[in-house]
């Protein structure tokens, strides 16, 4: 669970960064929309692969 927390800190204060840096350069994101969406679910797709590979096995 530790990890999950670590995690979500890191990635939100990634964010807050990057739209810090692009605000600050004027910047849009470089993604569209649907290519962001599709990151994500891969995203969420990759992190529930391993554990679901550990109950299969086990």
């Not at 600050?24 to 290519?35: E, Q, S, W």
């Amino acid at each position: 669970m530790k990890i999950y927390l670590l995690s979500l800190a890191v990635g939100i204060l990634v964010g807050i960064l990057v739209g810090v840096l692009y605000y600050l350069l004027d910047v849009k994101a470089p993604a569209p929309p649907i290519v962001a969406l599709l990151g994500l679910l891969g995203i969420v797709i990759g992190e529930q692969f391993i554990p679901f590979i550990r109950i299969y096995l086990s």
